[in-house]
């Protein structure tokens, strides 16, 4: 049974940072394509940024470019989202995700595969 635990989550000031971690068990890691998504109540869970099975493609939503970072360490079996300069709206839970496949996948729908979440608060 695949499952995927997030970690790293927690209060931060605006500006600050936060490096997520996603430790995965039950497969073969090296094979899955990985996605950071977030999600605030009542709205739809989006993406935050992927990255193919390899590590050497990756994609970011428009307005983390530049701020987040995504890698993995195919030998821990972990995928990190690495946040910086992190602004309130950013406020959400914040979900690893995992599906096979050799790309990079970024609709919700690709993915099949979910942790539970960790919750990140920026305060203003």
């Known amino acids: 049974q695949v499952q995927l635990e997030e970690s790293g989550g927690g209060l931060v000031q605006a500006g600050g940072s936060l490096t997520l971690s996603c430790v995965v068990s039950?497969?073969?890691?090296?094979?899955?394509?990985m996605g950071w998504f977030r999600q605030v109540p009542g709205k739809e869970r989006d993406i935050v940024a992927a990255?193919?099975?390899?590590?050497?493609?990756?994609h970011y939503a428009d307005s983390v470019k530049g701020r987040f970072a995504i890698s993995r360490d195919n030998a821990k079996n972990t995928v990190y989202l690495r946040m910086n300069s992190l602004k309130p709206e950013e406020t959400a839970v914040y979900y690893c995700?995992?599906?096979?496949?050799?790309?990079?996948?970024?609709?919700?729908?690709?993915?099949?595969?979910w942790g539970q979440g960790t919750q990140v608060t920026v305060s203003s």
């Open positions: 995700a995992g599906t096979q496949g050799s790309s990079v996948y970024i609709q919700k729908s690709d993915y099949g595969y």
């Open positions: 039950g497969h073969t890691f090296s094979r899955y394509a």
């Open positions: 990255i193919s099975w390899s590590g050497d493609t990756s």
